[in-house]
């Protein structure tokens, strides 16, 4: 294969990857984030003198999720802007 069709191939493959990294990572972030706040919110119903400890959990949860993600983006920056599998090409 030539040279510059290794090329194209790897960084078309590697944007296919960015996206579903970022799109995924959005996606579960934004569903586990509304499961978790719905559930604090049935929760806070049921018990209202518990909303407190409920509350620093749910926002320490909150972080967490975020983290996950935030993580996840960078990973895919990572390959967006200094992609080590270009090194792989012979020369």
């Not at 590697?14 to 579903?20: D, K, N, R, S």
């Not at 586990?32 to 929760?43: A, H, K, N, P, Q």
């Not at 996950?68 to 012979?90: E, H, R, T």
Request: net charge positive; aromatic share 6%.
């Amino acid at each position: 294969m030539e040279k510059l069709q290794m090329l194209a191939m790897i960084q078309a493959y590697t944007g296919i990857g960015i996206g579903l990294m970022v799109g995924l990572g959005a996606a579960g972030a934004c569903i586990g984030i509304g499961i978790m706040c719905s559930r604090f919110l049935e929760g806070a119903a049921r018990q209202p003198e518990l909303m407190p400890q409920l509350q620093a959990k749910v926002f320490l949860l909150l972080g967490l999720i975020d983290a996950s993600f935030i993580i996840g983006l960078g990973i895919a920056m990572l390959f967006a802007f200094g992609n080590p599998l270009l090194a792989v090409i012979p020369k």
